[in-house]
């Protein structure tokens, strides 16, 4: 089974940046997708970024220019957010697209947004507090 874990979390002031970290474990397949969502109390979980073994990257808007996410070659995953503003406060989670073709239709932004039938596994969450 497929684990991840998140860690690297924390309280900084508007403008500062963070590192988040993902250990993945057990993902034994050559294509992947895995990316990044987040989900502030009261407010709509939102694809943040993704990464595929296509080569390509992909962000939500909101982040774009301020948020880089990237692998490494034992498929741990990282997103580096610079800039960071009080609405990108929120609980972060990486997560595995799912392979099934469910997902085919989709941006993996999109995949990542839309829940658990969605993905293949997920982690808990680390907290991001941005002060003002």
């Known amino acids: 089974a497929v684990k991840m874990v998140e860690s690297g979390g924390g309280s900084v002031q508007a403008g500062g940046s963070l590192r988040l970290s993902c250990e993945v474990s057990g993902y034994t397949y050559t294509t992947y997708c895995m990316g990044w969502f987040r989900q502030a109390q009261g407010k709509e979980r939102e694809g943040v970024a993704s990464?595929?073994?296509?080569?390509?990257t992909r962000y939500a808007d909101s982040v774009k220019g301020r948020f880089t996410i990237s692998l490494d070659n034992t498929k741990n995953l990282f997103l580096q957010m610079d800039s960071l503003k009080p609405e990108d406060s929120a609980m972060y989670h990486c997560?595995?697209?799912?392979?099934?073709?469910?997902?085919?239709?989709?941006?993996?932004?999109?995949?990542?947004?839309?829940?658990?039938?969605?993905?293949?596994?997920w982690g808990q969450g680390t907290t991001v507090t941005v002060a003002s």
């Open positions: 990464i595929c073994s296509d080569g390509k």
């Open positions: 997560a595995a697209v799912s392979l099934d073709p469910l997902t085919w239709q989709m941006t993996s932004i999109q995949a990542l947004a839309g829940g658990e039938n969605y993905l293949m596994a």
